[in-house]
């Protein structure tokens, strides 16, 4: 099962310990992480995750609507889609307990 997210949010203005904690939890609940980016800006948001500690555990970079899953974006386009602004100290629990949410459906 993958978790998808988007590129706009695993930069700033969203937190990196916010982003990092959420991938943990969704690793644990047992998703794949994968960062949906266009090739132009990939290396700049792998540096600035790893630079915060943040990508320890982001499994891949994969093209826009190469790969099916729950996301996180700031729009809701896809069914399975947990909408939000940025990824922060704020919504961290609402992600990480739709995230768990997800993680028990059979779709």
Do not use: W
């Not at 916010?18 to 644990?28: E, G, N, Q």
């Not at 266009?38 to 994969?62: A, P, T, V, W």
């Amino acid at each position: 099962m993958n978790l998808i997210i988007v590129d706009s949010l695993a930069v700033p203005p969203s937190e990196n310990c916010s982003i990092r904690l959420v991938t943990m939890f969704a690793k644990f609940y047992g998703f794949d992480i994968l960062i949906e980016s266009d090739d132009k800006i990939k290396d700049e948001i792998y540096q600035n995750l790893k630079k915060h500690g943040s990508f320890d555990y982001i499994d891949d970079f994969i093209k826009y609507n190469q790969e099916l899953g729950v996301r996180i974006d700031k729009k809701l386009e896809f069914p399975l889609t947990i909408v939000v602004n940025k990824i922060s100290i704020e919504n961290q629990e609402s992600i990480i307990q739709q995230i768990n949410m997800f993680s028990k459906m059979n779709y």
